[in-house]
Each structure stands twice: as structure tokens, then as C-alpha cells.
């Protein structure tokens, strides 16, 4: 939709969201499409998605589940009611832009609204532009196109770094998905400060919501991080990486790796949740209902709190 041409002045989109939303979707199950002979990753189906990418998939928040299974993006549903069209857990202090989430407007994929491009721009597609067709190598934080999923804050912040796994995790397994830095989470307080805030998260017991951005501890149950996956002979001593709980690295490594180390690796924001939207209350990765402590279970929680399923 075109808003009225200017003499003089380029023409500009009225719903510039919308723009975003429409090349990230697809009328049918599959995750990555051709669009201009270039493969396109899909964030929203309009029906069920096979093999969503490492963000989810909004079809989980657009059809009849609730809006409580992932972010409200404008031009695919609503703001949520309960939210009152703010961020839970918004701490203005946490957010580093200068415009600050604006509660008076939808959620948006990029700008001061959202979480791609620069967020001292209010406009989404202002945000973003350029991106897209700019040089986006290396991934060194210093411009939105080399950052992480052009995940970069503002301009005065570096980027989000890590190493992007080429199909979008589509088909990914333990030697074949995203590395992410601990530094994402700083991503996540920009509207989610309050999760963050050391008087309600951290190694205190008991604590208010789960720590993030701490190591996985190297001792007791953590220690068998994973333990439906047996670590191969030829390395007895090390744990296979869970894509049900992914993990950040103290320094992103020049290769995919396939181990978890407790004690140096570091539990963050994704090791629980996805980014976009999921079948799970929260965004979660699995379904918290079904992890019942005491008893036998598999996947989830347990990934790392192996002791609690005994």
C-alpha cells in the first residue's frame, strides 16, 4: 500500500511492516522460499509449518492459540490485551535506544518498536533498509548487515555477533546449527529488562525466574547436560550440544560445534525460548506442563536439571 506521491519527494509505504511480514510468509508449510531467485527465510505460515526455523514460526500465535505463544507483531495479530501494548517485564533503564518502546504502537519487526535494524528509528523499514543488500560478512557487529540477524541495537552499540547456520536451522542437528554469543541477551533486556534485573534473577535461592546469562554449572546434575544423547567413545568426556536447549559461547568458535561444556558454556535467554513464536505458553521450547519433577522424562527442563526427572 502506497501512501500519496509527493512531487519531488520519494514514495513511501503506508504499512511498511506489512512489507517485512509479507516476504517472511508463506501460503504453504515450507520454511524457506525462492523469491527472486533468492532463498528466503519464513517466519509465518498461514498453516501449519513443517520444520520451523530457529525463531519458531508466527503461525503459532495467528491462528486460534492465544497470544501468549509469542510476540504480537503487527500485520499478523494484535497487541496483546492483557500487555496493554507494552513489553512484559519493560525497564526503560535496560533500553539503550533513544526513542524507547513506544506503548502507544504495535510491535514491529525492526526499529524502536522492534528487534532487527537500528532502534533509535522509529520508522521499521527506515531501520532495516540497505540491510538486506549490503555487505554482511564478517559477522563483526559493526554495521546492522554484519551483525547476528541484523540484530544490532542502535548505532553506537556493536552488533550481535555468532555464526548463522545457512538453512536457518531448518534442518539442523548437533553438528549443524546457529552459535550464539551470551551478548544476545542484551538483546532481549532492550524490552524485557526487568527479567534481567540481578534482585529477580540470579543464583539466589530461591529465585524469582530462572538465571540467565550464568554458566552452566560444573557440578552435580549439570554435568550429564543432555543425557539422552551418549557422548561418542573416541570423546567420553564431553556433552553433545541439545538443540532443545542451545547454549551461548564465551567466544563464538570458528566451526560449529557439536559439545557442551559445563562450567564454561552459558545458559541464555534461547536456551529456554524462541525468538518469534512456538506451540508452548511463553514461547517456550517445550511444553513446561509436561515437566513434572520426580518423574521419569525426557527433553525439556531436564536437559540440564537431569536430577530432577530421577
Known amino acids: 500500500m502506497m501512501e500519496e506521491v509527493v ?7 503506508a504499512l511498511k511492516n506489512v512489507l517485512c511480514v509479507n516476504c517472511h510468509s508463506n501460503t504453504d508449510r515450507d520454511t524457506i522460499k525462492i523469491l527472486g531467485g533468492v532463498r528466503v527465510p519464513v517466519v509465518y505460515n498461514s498453516v501449519k509449518p513443517v520444520k520451523p526455523l530457529s525463531g519458531g514460526n508466527f503461525y503459532y500465535v495467528a491462528k486460534d492459540f492465544g497470544d501468549r505463544r509469542g510476540h504480537n507483531v503487527e500485520g499478523i495479530i494484535p497487541p496483546g490485551a492483557n500487555l496493554r501494548g507494552t513489553p512484559p517485564g519493560y525497564d526503560r533503564e535496560s533500553d539503550p535506544s533513544i526513542i524507547g518502546y513506544n506503548s ?11 528487534c532487527h535494524g537500528n532502534r ?4 521499521p523499514f527506515t531501520a532495516i533498509m540497505g540491510a538486506h543488500h549490503a555487505d554482511d560478512s564478517p559477522v563483526d557487529g559493526i554495521t546492522t548487515a554484519k551483525s547476528y540477524r541484523y540484530l544490532k541495537n542502535t548505532n553506537k552499540i556493536k552488533g550481535v555477533l555468532g555464526m548463522e ?51 552452566l554449572p560444573k557440578s552435580g546434575e549439570y554435568m550429564n547436560y543432555n543425557p539422552d544423547v551418549s557422548p561418542p567413545p573416541d570423546r567420553p568426556d ?42 508452548y505458553e ?14 521419569e522424562g525426557k527433553g525439556g527442563c531436564f536437559i540440564c536439571h537431569t536430577g530432577k526427572a530421577e
Open 104 to 114: 502507544k504502537k504495535p510491535l514491529t519487526c525492526a526499529g524502536s518498536n522492534g
Open 165 to 215: 547456520d545457512e538453512d536457518w536451522e531448518r534442518n539442523s542437528s548437533p553438528k549443524k546449527h546457529n552459535e550464539y554469543p551470551m551478548t544476545i541477551n542484551n538483546l532481549c533486556a532492550s524490552c524485557h529488562g526487568d527479567f534481567h534485573s540481578k534482585d529477580k534473577v540470579g543464583k539466589g535461592s530461591p529465585w524469582f525466574r530462572h538465571p540467565t546469562g550464568v554458566t
Open 238 to 279: 564431553i556433552r553433545i550440544y541439545s538443540l532443545g536447549a542451545p547454549v551461548a559461547r564465551e567466544t563464538i568458535p570458528e566451526s560449529v560445534s557439536d559439545e557442551v561444556n559445563p562450567g564454561k558454556d552459558i545458559v541464555i535467554c534461547l536456551s529456554c525460548h524462541v525468538a518469534h513464536a512456538g506451540p
Open 282 to 295: 511463553s514461547a517456550l521450547r517445550w511444553d513446561y506442563d509436561a515437566m513434572i519433577s520426580g518423574e
Open 120 to 123: 533509535n528509528v522509529g520508522d
Open 7 to 13: 512531487p519531488g519527494k520519494p514514495p513511501e509505504y
